[in-house]
């Protein structure tokens, strides 16, 4: 069974206003940043068809 959620805790105050100047900052990325994330998520993306070809053939 699964254990229930927590409640998501609010910021107030200091915290609050340094979360909200770090959510407007925009992250920039290296080309070679980009290339390398977009390597890994089509090696994730075939990782995950493969796992279901093995899952389809052992069932």
Do not use: C, H, N, W
């Not at 069974?1 to 925009?26: H, N, S, Y």
């Amino acid at each position: 069974m699964a254990r229930p959620i927590k409640e998501t805790p609010i910021l107030f105050g200091e915290d609050a206003r340094r979360f909200e100047e770090r959510m407007k900052q925009v992250r920039r990325e290296t080309p070679e940043e980009r290339e390398q994330r977009l390597a890994d998520y089509a090696l994730f993306l075939k990782m995950l068809e493969r796992g279901k070809q093995l899952r389809k053939t052992s069932v």
